[in-house]
């Protein structure tokens, strides 16, 4: 059994940062674990630019990104194991991972949970029809196409509009594919404004909004999939069934936080989010575990996971340092449109100039304002000309403010009219 | 020649493969498919039933106690996964329990053990999350769970391992009556004799029994749907969670599988296409509409995937099993529906019997009985884990996350006799691509390792043979 200060669990984005963060601080004793036969992450099949504008004020691809942590990492010697998978966290803080060498045990004083997640099936929205072959989720095309350099199918139907699907209709119709039609349930597009317009406005590539998939056909291979369009409950409306022929449906259907360590070890997780439950510091209910990333809820700006991460990398290295938790929380909850926030509890002794509370609306808002409440003391009021679910966003709370109302009990953000 | 050509590989087939396989005889299994249980098989409750809803008198009746008592020494033998976890049939109106009763005595003709009527209060004392409109219930507790697929795999092997011949992708187009035995037609230009013909053919066992005989038969597909949650609903219930039976069948059941998923189904629907595997938005809604009647709070957004299976049925409701008395060596094991993979081992002990009065088949001396798996890494203590990975590190890279499945287990899938050549091959024999992430993660890697192993380019590798395959060719072929 190894003593290691910080054990990461991932070497994406979230670890990457974290462990930079860490060492910043100070802590040596950090070991990142790794899957994969390299770092990066899901960045490593990302080639796609539009990543760093916030970090690096430049357009980078997802490969470049990662490498810029990847050579810090490596500057600073931090140590990390590749084709290394954890088998199990227990809530003592004990890790079991394999890798060819054999079984590794480690006691950590401080883990930081960034897994990321997975795509959900076709299973999790139950698609009747054919198993055929032809039908996967959209990431797992991206590293086909990406990484392998083979294409999945030719005539492409994807369903969901979120940026992986967005993304991967550009980069079908790129490799020579026919992408026919993207799919998608709700009235609108889940992912990133730019991506509908430079993946499919600019290709052409039909978006058909609220519209869903009933039926697949295909016998060996798939043939063709049925779309209908649905009502306001998301209900197929009858007479509305297209058959649309392809030889690939692409599903873009959802990310899932993979927590199944996290759950084992006894680590609270939010039903809105599929992650981790935590502080200010990013720490989950296990003292000295802490989550980030998009295990912790899934983003849209890698850049917000490195912010995010590094915060994290600075907590679990002032909780090693010695600074147990203790003091009152202020519970922050989302109402009223605004469907989770992250953090749900804020400890303001832990708060050094301001802490950032990121947070999602479960609707679309148009020249709505966007309101922060001290109990029943609103204290932020922005005007924001429109708020999507595909876009997270977030809210300063500066110290100064948790000084004024150092009483208070609960902080709620809500959308509001006026 | 052939002594025996059998044809089928599913359990049926398989079961009795092994069974002969014990006699000094020449021995060879056809199935059209390119894997072994490859139809029914690979989709059904996987239920090894008490067999208190079989007929006295019938083959159903008289086979399913008998198979059902066969499991625990052949799962020890063959080393496949089985549990003895136990049934119960849920009565939900005061006036159904003299249904309950019947089936009560009906079990006690067939010879099953331990039948018991118990009140609501005690079931749901046994199984907390069953419905409170449960008024009583019968406790089998006889009933057990397996894995049909890996069970089948077991079996071929060892039938492989004692001089059993296996030709896969090989379908059976014409038999005909030759001197001492028949002559069969495989695929386009093929042809094998054998003096003896056991018909393990499922959904078209009446095809290859029309070939020969005048007692004609037909079969009639009938499609049963499913739906697979994740493994953390695994514990919802221990036993298996029956209706009350109707004429269509045993009804919608809830119930854990041997591997830790929660199972729901299936359904009921003849069909005419024997191919048609579709599942369907009304069959799926009624499945899980059923299953609520019997359990409180099903997890629905725990479902990780469905499927459908189809039973080979006939309009008389039995087993189709013996000698036909116009063609003498033809033997059928046909029509197998439930309680087929129960009555299997059963059903190839009177098959064996048969085949060894006609040919006066001798035992073999050096017959082995034993066959190990693939091994669990993921059932392995740390110790044990560190011991294999040691001889050899490939146990120590794991591909398929969910599951736990190393590159170690899926090489020898595909090495062993009798091994995957396809995704699904390699996913009937270790599990990968079963879990939560329904094979996103893994497939890169097992297509690689199948073209790799089997020396074929990745545009090759198919998810089930003919053309499912997964790749269409390298980026910008098709610019």
């Known amino acids: 059994m190894k003593d290691i200060d910080i054990v990461i669990i991932g070497g994406g984005p979230a670890g990457l940062a974290a462990s930079i963060a860490a060492k910043d601080e100070g802590i040596e004793n950090i070991l990142i674990l790794e899957r994969e036969a390299q770092l990066g992450g899901i960045l490593n099949q990302c080639i796609h630019n539009g990543f760093g504008l916030h970090t690096f004020k430049e357009e980078l691809t997802g490969p470049e990104y990662a490498s810029r942590f990847i050579d810090k990492v490596n500057e600073h010697k931090i140590p990390y194991v590749l084709n290394t998978t954890v088998l199990e966290i227990t809530k003592d803080k004990i890790i079991t991972a394999v890798n060819e060498d054999g079984i590794i045990e480690l006691r950590a004083k401080a883990i930081i949970l960034a897994m990321g997640c997975r795509e959900r099936p076709r299973g999790a929205i139950n698609i009747p029809g054919s198993r055929c072959a032809g039908i996967l989720t959209a990431g797992a095309a991206q590293k086909f196409v ?44 889940s992912g990133l404004k730019r991506n509908v317009v430079q993946c499919l406005d600019d290709y052409n590539i039909p978006l058909k909004l609220s519209h869903t998939i009933i ?115 202020i519970k922050v909850s989302g109402v009223q ?67 004024k109302y150092s009483n208070c009990k609960e902080i709620t953000i809500k959308i509001e009219k006026e | 020649m052939y002594d025996v050509i059998i044809i089928g590989a599913g359990i049926v087939g398989s079961s009795i493969a092994r069974e ?54 052949l799962s020890k033998e063959l080393d496949f996964p ?45 199984e907390p999350s069953i419905s409170e409109n449960v008024v009583a219930a019968l406790l089998a507790p006889s009933g057990g769970i397996v894995c049909p697929y890996e069970m089948t795999i077991a079996l071929a092997e060892n039938a492989f391992t004692n001089g059993v011949e296996f030709k896969l992708g090989s379908k059976v187009n014409d038999i005909k009556k030759i001197n001492n035995g028949y002559s069969l037609l495989l695929n386009d230009d093929e042809v094998i004799e054998s003096k003896v013909i056991i018909n393990a053919a499922g959904l078209y066992s009446d095809v290859i029994n029309n070939f020969v005989s005048d007692e004609k038969f037909n079969i009639i597909p009938r499609k049963g749907e499913y739906c697979l949650f994740d493994k953390s609903a695994g514990n919802l219930v221990k036993k298996t969670i029956f209706q009350l039976p109707t004429k269509a069948g045993k009804g919608v059941l809830v119930t854990p599988t041997v591997d830790g998923n929660l199972l729901i189904g299936p359904n009921s629907v003849n069909i005419e296409d024997k191919e048609d595997l579709d599942t369907t938005k009304e069959g799926l809604d009624y499945i899980i509409d059923k299953a609520k009647l019997s359990i409180k709070n099903i997890p629905t957004r725990q479902i990780i995937t469905s499927f459908s299976g189809l039973r080979a049925s006939n309009k008389n409701g039995d087993f189709i099993i013996g000698e036909v008395k116009d063609s003498p060596g033809f033997i059928n094991a046909a029509s197998i529906d439930s309680p087929g993979l129960t009555s299997a081992p059963a059903i190839a002990d009177v098959v064996a019997s048969i085949v060894k009065g006609i040919l ?44 736990v499945i190393t590159e170690g287990e899926i090489k020898d899938s595909i090495r062993r006799p009798l091994g ?60």
């Open chain 1, 146 to 189: 990406n990484i392998e350099g083979y294409m999945p199918g030719k005539e492409v139907v994807i369903l969901g509009s979120g940026d992986i699907g967005l993304i991967m209709a550009r980069r079908m119709t790129f490799e020579g594919a026919n992408v026919k039609a993207v799919v998608e349930l709700l009235p609108y597009s």
């Open chain 1, 215 to 329: 039926n697949i056909k295909g016998k060996d291979r798939l043939e063709g999939v049925v779309i209908s369009k649905v009502d306001e409950n998301k209900q197929p409306i009858k007479g509305t069934e297209e058959l649309i022929s392809c030889d690939t449906l692409l599903l873009s259907v959802g990310l899932v936080p993979e927590n199944e360590l996290s759950q084992n070890a006894g680590v609270n997780l939010s039903p809105v989010t599929g992650g981790a439950i935590v502080n200010e510091s990013l720490e989950t209910n296990i003292e000295g575990v802490f989550a980030c990333g998009n295990v912790l809820h899934v983003h849209d700006l890698v850049d917000n996971v490195s912010l995010e991460s590094s915060n994290a990398g600075r907590c679990a290295a002032s909780y090693v340092k010695d600074d147990k938790r203790s003091g009152e929380y």
């Open chain 1, 337 to 403: 449109g605004v469907r989770y926030t992250v953090p749900a509890l804020i400890n303001s002794s832990k708060v050094n100039n301001s802490t950032t509370i990121r947070f999602r609306v479960g609707e679309v808002f148009k020249e709505n304002y966007v309101s922060l409440y001290f109990d029943h003391t609103r204290v932020i009021h922005i005007k924001k000309k429109i708020l999507s679910p595909g876009e997270m966003e977030e809210l300063k709370v500066t110290k100064v403010l948790l000084n």
């Open chain 2, 20 to 73: 002969i396989s014990k006699y000094n005889l020449k021995v060879i299994v056809v199935d059209k498919d390119l894997d072994l249980a490859s139809g029914t098989t690979k989709a059904n409750s996987a239920i090894v039933h008490a067999g208190f809803d079989a007929k006295p008198g019938t083959f159903k009746g008289e086979l399913n106690a008998k198979g059902n008592f066969m499991f625990e020494k």
């Open chain 2, 82 to 126: 089985f549990k003895k976890n136990g049934s119960l049939v849920l009565c939900f109106n005061e006036n159904d329990k003299k249904k309950l009763e019947l089936l009560k005595e009906q079990g006690e003709i067939n010879g099953v053990p331990g039948l018991e009527i118990l009140t609501g209060e005690d079931t749901r004392k046994m």
């Open chain 2, 360 to 403: 006066k088949a001798t035992s073999k001396e050096n017959f082995i009985r034993e066959r190990k798996g693939i091994v669990k890494f993921r059932e392995l203590s740390n110790k044990e884990r560190n011991a294999l990975i040691k001889s050899n590190p490939e146990y120590g890279r794991i591909v398929c996350r969910c599951e």
């Open chain 2, 420 to 479: 995957a050549k396809t995704i699904d091959g390699v996913k009937k024999r270790t599990r990968a691509g079963m879990g939560r992430c329904q094979a996103g993660f893994c497939t890169s890697r097992v297509l690689d390792i199948l073209s790799k192993e089997l020396n074929i380019p990745v545009t090759k590798v198919t998810k089930f043979g003919k053309n499912s395959n997964l790749l269409i060719g390298k980026n910008k072929e098709n610019l």
